[in-house]
Every structure is written in C-alpha cells, then in structure tokens.
C-alpha cells in the first residue's frame, strides 16, 4: 500500500436510503407497532430527512456574551450543559455550601436486569454511603449499571477530537447529541455536573479480564475534555480541525477543570487484575490532577479468591477485614476532603509550572 492509499481516508460510511430504513424500523419490531405502520413511515422519512443533511443539532442560539464569538450558533444542549457545569462549580466554591462527595458505583451488574442479582460493588457503594453522612457530606451516587438496566440511559463513545487538536475537544464534550446519527439520550451531560460539584469523588469497581467494565471505560474516555479541554467552542467554531491546531500552537494552557478534588479507588476481583485497575484508575485521576486520599483510600482485593462465583456474596458477608477497608477507604477520603477545606490539606504540587502540560 503506498502512502497515496493510505491518505485517502477511511471507508465511507453514508447508508443508502433503503439500508437506513431498514436499521431505523429495526427499533420497532415489537408487533404493537404492526398498525401504525403509516405513522412509522412518516417518521422514518422525517428521520432520512434529518440523517442525509446531517442535522447533528438542529436547535441553536447564539453564543452570545462571554464567547470569542458570541453570533456564532451554539447547540441548545451544549448551553444547557455548560449552564449546570457553571452553577456546579459555583456550589463546589462557596464555603457556606455542604461538602460533597461523589461516589461511582462501576459495576454494570444489577438485579433489575440479567443476572437478576445485586452486584458486590453496589454493596460495597451502600458500605461506604453511611460513613461520609455520618461525617456530614451531602453524597451523590453515580450508578453505572443503569446504562444496562434503564432505558434511554446512553454514554456514546469518545471521538477522540484531542488527537486532532486540544483545543477541538470541548469542555462539556460537543460531540453529542448528534441527532442526524440517532445518538441521542447521552448521560454524560449529567454526569460532568456531578464531578465538578464534588470535594471528593470514590470510584468502586469490580475487575473485568484485567480492566474496569465497559461502562465505566466508556465515561472515562469521555471525562477527557476536563483534562484540558476548550470551554469555548466558538474559538474554533464548532470542530474547525485547522483553526484547533493553530491555538494549540501558540500554546495551549491545558486547563485541568476538576484539579484539587480528592480521590479513593476501591477496585475488588475474584482471581487476577485488582490490582492493576486500581493503578489504572489512580494514574488516570491524578493525571487530570485530582489528589489521591492516600494509601488507604486506594484499595485493590479479592473476595472469594478463587473461589466458586455462586458463594461470592457468602464471601462478601463473611470477610469483615475487607468491608473495614472499604469504610476506611471512605474514611481516609473524606478526612482529605476536610483538611483540604480547612486549608490544611493541600496540593503539594501547587504553584509549580509544569514544563509540559500535555
């Protein structure tokens, strides 16, 4: 293959009209539907409509005041995003505001759907709850397993915009909605206001073949605009992949929007990899320059080790050194996220210019 080959692009991805329909109605076998065929049909054409001209956001206002380019036409939802992440930040600021804590449950296990049974991390995630009340944080639960137990819940692949240019990554993500493509029903337009309310955020996960579930992996990947992502999109006038890579020439600040949050990692296997994915997702937090809460907020072990799955949550209920770990870990989080209320805790690296914010 010559290098002319491999500069012409990737495979074409445009679907003929007929292969649309047929993925579009694929949505509606259920025999309800069979009499509202005439409806269906209708829809189907407003929707080849809205995919042939490409109509990823067909509700826009203008930027406005506070943008590079306030006439330029920003998507309703991207606004209404930007809104929450502002009011957010401003109730992770005021002092006179309860501390909050973040807790992420990984798992995409839930009773609600197949297996039909309550996951060891949800316990774990109740475990940890009572202890940051009992110390006087409002706390969030972030439930992972609803992406595979409730409907309309979506977190839509990252596309990767950074590898073209820093600043042609948006913060909160532009990406989605994308109406035209039916990439609708994105939570992750939820979930960054709950990261930046947060003092301190626990993440506790279980190991799947040596990583965290595709859930978690999936908003991971797209928490890559808080790691110095652009706040305004009309500097580059929506994804201009060429007016992108000229202000990350001149230098680009890499503004690191979730820095100083404290963290803990409670990461629990049954064999192999706790270990490693509790590395994993300390090196990925504080690469985005959150401060870990310390060795025994950072916790990997096994339960049951390899032992039978079916006698797992027995396993559960029996090892109280591990369940201690898990409330310690909650412990030591929420002591970090007070000291560094009070001013005694800090960022030891604050201050320091870092040579290659990349």
């Avoid at 490409?54 to 509700?59: N, Y």
């Avoid at 990439?183 to 309310?197: C, F, K, R, S």
């Amino acid at each position: 293959m010559t290098e002319a080959d491999v500069r012409k692009g990737m495979p074409p991805v445009k679907l003929s009209r007929e292969e649309f329909e047929r993925r579009y109605k694929g949505q509606f076998v259920d025999p309800a539907f069979a009499p509202l065929q005439r409806e269906l049909d209708s829809i189907t054409a407003a929707a080849w409509d809205a995919y042939s001209h490409s109509r990823k956001a067909p509700l826009t206002r203008k930027a406005g005041t506070g943008f590079s380019d306030p006439d330029y036409d920003l998507a309703v939802d991207w606004l209404e995003a930007r809104a929450k992440i502002l009011e957010a930040q401003r109730r992770h600021d005021d002092a006179g505001e309860t501390p909050r804590i973040l807790i992420i449950n990984g798992s995409a296990r839930s009773e609600h759907t197949c297996p039909g049974e309550m996951s060891k991390t949800w316990r774990l995630v109740k475990l940890a709850e009572p202890v940051f009340v009992a110390m006087g944080f409002a706390v969030d639960i972030l439930d992972l397993s609803r992406l595979a137990s409730e409907f309309g819940k979506t977190i839509h692949p990252c596309k990767s915009c950074v590898g073209t240019a820093m600043p042609l990554c948006h913060w909160p993500c532009s990406c989605y909605p994308n109406y035209s493509l039916g990439q609708a029903g994105d939570w992750m337009n939820e979930i960054y206001p709950l990261w930046v309310a947060a003092h301190g955020i626990l993440i506790v996960a279980p190991v799947n073949w040596y990583h965290v579930p595709a859930g978690l992996k999936a908003m991971m990947d797209r928490m890559v605009c808080a790691d110095g992502g652009n706040p305004d999109p009309t500097s580059t006038h929506g994804k201009n992949a060429t007016e992108a890579k000229a202000m990350e020439l001149k230098g680009w600040p890499y503004p690191r929007h979730l820095a100083g949050r404290h963290f803990g990692v409670v990461v629990h296997g049954d064999a192999v990899g706790a270990e490693g994915v509790r590395r994993a997702l300390s090196d990925w937090l504080t690469d985005m320059q959150l401060i870990s809460a310390g060795r025994f907020a950072e916790l990997d072990g096994y339960l049951g080790y390899m032992e039978p799955y079916a006698t797992s949550h027995r396993d559960l209920d029996e090892d109280r050194e591990f369940q201690q770990e898990v409330q310690n870990a909650a412990r030591a989080l929420g002591n970090a996220v007070r000291l560094g209320r009070s001013g005694r805790l800090g960022d030891p690296g604050a201050g320091l210019a870092d040579p290659n914010p990349k």
